[in-house]
């Protein structure tokens, strides 16, 4: 509001915008509020505790596989934000089960959400229309699609050392 009023705006000027904006990303608003009400719902009703209880059943590779968890998060749902919503209380059950600190494996999901960002599609429709390059998405997707495996693996097995060796 401050940053409007320096810039000139009037206060009508401003409010028509902010409902302007709004009706500009009403889809992604609504798209983000059913990511978290799904995030939600998998708590409430104990999805999460399942899951983690099953994912607890790989033992001593789950640092590694948790890791894996927030990518394929990121992969699928476009955001880190959202796949912490989803996966965090699965992370946090399971590495309680596996005696792991739960902060770290809460970490692990958000780090290897990070490297899920370059494979996920609405990044890669970004760049290409960014950078008018389009039509090459899949281009771009076989491009970074090895980088992105190769990048998860690495933090995957450095969570590994973060859980058993430091």
């Given at each position: 509001l401050l940053?409007?009023?320096f810039?000139?705006?009037?206060?009508?000027?401003?409010?028509?915008?902010?409902?302007?904006?709004l009706?500009?990303?009403?889809y992604?608003?609504?798209?983000?509020?059913?990511?978290?009400?799904?995030?939600?719902?998998?708590r409430?009703?104990?999805?999460?505790?399942t899951l983690?209880?099953?994912?607890?059943?790989?033992?001593f590779?789950y640092?590694?596989?948790?890791?894996?968890?927030g990518?394929?998060?990121?992969?699928?749902t476009?955001?880190?934000?959202a796949s912490?919503?989803?996966?965090?209380?699965?992370?946090?059950?399971t590495a309680?089960?596996?005696h792991?600190p739960?902060v770290?494996?809460a970490?692990?999901?958000?780090t290897?959400?990070?490297m899920?960002?370059?494979v996920?599609?609405q990044?890669?429709v970004?760049?290409a229309?960014?950078?008018?390059?389009?039509?090459?998405?899949g281009k771009?997707?076989r491009?970074?699609?090895w980088?992105s495996?190769a990048?998860?693996t690495?933090?995957?097995?450095?969570?590994?050392?973060?859980?058993?060796?430091?």
């Amino acid at each position: 509001l401050l940053a409007g009023l320096f810039m000139g705006f009037g206060p009508v000027r401003l409010v028509k915008n902010y409902f302007r904006t709004l009706w500009v990303v009403r889809y992604s608003l609504i798209t983000i509020s059913a990511m978290l009400a799904l995030g939600t719902l998998t708590r409430f009703s104990g999805l999460d505790g399942t899951l983690g209880l099953a994912f607890a059943r790989t033992g001593f590779l789950y640092p590694f596989f948790g890791t894996a968890l927030g990518w394929l998060g990121v992969a699928a749902t476009g955001s880190d934000t959202a796949s912490n919503v989803l996966f965090g209380g699965l992370q946090k059950i399971t590495a309680q089960q596996l005696h792991l600190p739960p902060v770290l494996m809460a970490a692990a999901n958000s780090t290897g959400g990070v490297m899920g960002k370059m494979v996920d599609t609405q990044s890669i429709v970004v760049a290409a229309t960014a950078t008018g390059w389009y039509g090459h998405e899949g281009k771009i997707l076989r491009f970074v699609f090895w980088n992105s495996i190769a990048l998860v693996t690495m933090v995957g097995i450095l969570v590994m050392l973060q859980a058993y060796v430091w």
